[in-house]
């Protein structure tokens, strides 16, 4: 039947168009966009007084299925996507099975059919298990519908492996995604290092042990010509590195959390394990820093690291509780809350940030820009509602945020995936 958007003020990265308009989607496509469009017999959807996205684009989630579905499911954090504009997002491999296989990644694809909501791309694994030591079959993973890989959770430690992966990939045309933590030196940290970790009595996980990761695989990706993307960086010394690596034309991309710009390690001082995360909070000047990445476009993208874990995992001692904390439902509403008033980002930078750099990144060239004939994928966002932050209005299976009772201004009301209305307020 299609389906009608109207009066749509629609947000691209290139800027906002100049008047609402008619959006006639068909066939899973953007069929028209016009000031007035008819179409007798369809769904309509009225958008005035609404900004219309390309639908948001997440590279870094995990969906714990399969293996953990007690912390959440394909179904549940699909819904829990959708909830908060995501129309496509890529899950981490630290599932189990680890996510290195085809038959993995096959499994995968199925349960994200059957549930239709959200477009889900598995990102495989670098080595076999994420034990850092052989290489997956990353032509195989290619095949069965990878385009990225990454032993998240843990960086690849062997210099010559990370060589060797890098190469690969590049003959296989996937995204080399690095979690950046030297071990030897975060040694089990649970928070970081300096001068409030001493005060709590927490094992602190230094700055050094991210940049250390970051300027090597500079110096690879310098030295092999290869891509390399650096997942949820959290330091000033991080984006310095990767702010001169750019404009050396070395390929290097990376991502930041809300997490990571809107926090630091002073909310530690409550213990709720929900703000432990890693790699950890960092201090007030390292948000600032990030902000000024996301301003000057070193920070090429916004990626939630949406972490699901149950009650009983978090409900222990800050040491022992798993890092992590949930975040596809709050992701927009915090950057519009937060960095929107703030100047950080206008409403299009948000969109480069939130879809059209992840698009680009992972080739997804019919995704992230609202344009006849790309994609049907749609969020449709009410910049003035108000709304707080609770358990009870929570769609992902787990609640481990740090933001609950949060007030954000800035809601998703319509997510449109593939020409279906997956998400309706």
């Known amino acids: 039947m299609g389906l009608l958007i109207k009066n749509a003020e629609i947000v691209n990265a290139q800027g906002p168009w100049e008047k609402a308009q008619d959006i006639w ?45 007690d912390k959440e499911t394909i179904e549940t954090g699909s819904r829990a996507a959708v909830k908060g504009g995501f129309t496509s997002i890529f899950c981490m491999p630290n599932t189990t099975p680890t996510i290195d296989t085809a038959q ?51 960086a690849v430690m062997n210099a010559g492996v990370m060589r060797r992966a890098l190469e690969y990939a590049k003959m296989a045309g996937l995204l080399v995604m690095q ?29 050094v042990a991210e940049t250390i990761i970051i300027a090597r695989d500079i110096e690879l990706s310098r030295y092999l010509g290869t891509r390399v993307h650096f997942m949820h960086v959290s330091a000033a010394r991080s984006i310095d590195l990767i ?3 750019k404009a050396e034309g070395i390929a290097v991309t990376c991502e930041a959390t809300p997490h990571h710009f809107t926090l630091t390690e002073d909310v530690v001082k409550t213990f709720d394990t929900a703000t432990k995360v ?15 990445g996301l301003r000057d476009g070193t920070v090429d993208c916004i990626a939630t690291d949406h972490a699901p874990h149950t009650r009983e995992d978090k409900e222990v001692e800050f040491a022992v509780a798993p890092p992590g904390l949930i975040g596809l ?40 820009e609202i344009a006849v004939g790309k994609d049907a994928d749609i ?47």
């Open 179 to 207: 979690h950046c933590e030297d071990e030897t030196l975060s040694a089990k940290g649970v928070m970081n290092e300096g001068a409030t970790s001493t005060l709590l009595g927490l094992a602190g996980d230094p700055v």
């Open 25 to 69: 989607i068909d066939n899973g496509k953007i069929g028209e966009i016009a000031p007035s469009i008819r179409r007798d017999g369809c769904p309509v959807i009225d958008a005035r007084g609404k900004k219309v996205f390309p639908g948001l684009i997440d590279l870094h989630v995990h969906l714990r299925e399969p293996g953990r579905e």
């Open 329 to 368: 439902e709050t992701s927009l509403g915090i950057v519009l809350t937060d960095l929107v008033p703030a100047k950080v980002l206008d409403l299009p930078r948000v969109v480069e940030k939130m879809s059209t750099s992840p698009a680009r990144l992972m080739g997804l060239s019919q995704k992230g």
């Open 104 to 154: 993995v990644v096959q499994y995968i694809l199925d349960q994200a059919r059957k549930v239709g909501l959200v477009n889900v791309y598995p990102v495989g694994a670098i080595t076999l298990g994420r034990e850092g030591a052989q290489l997956t079959e990353m032509m195989d993973l290619k095949r069965a519908g990878c385009l990225g890989v990454s032993d998240d959770g843990r």
């Open 278 to 292: 890693n790699p950890p909070l960092r201090r007030a000047e390292d948000v600032m820093a990030l902000h000024e």
């Open 243 to 245: 702010r001169r690596a």
């Open 379 to 425: 969020t449709i966002v009410d910049l003035n509602k108000e709304w707080t932050v609770t358990r009870e209005d929570t769609a992902s299976k787990s609640k481990n945020t740090p933001f609950l009772g949060r007030k954000l201004k800035g809601r998703v009301v319509t997510t449109v995936c593939g020409g279906k209305v997956v998400y309706q307020e």
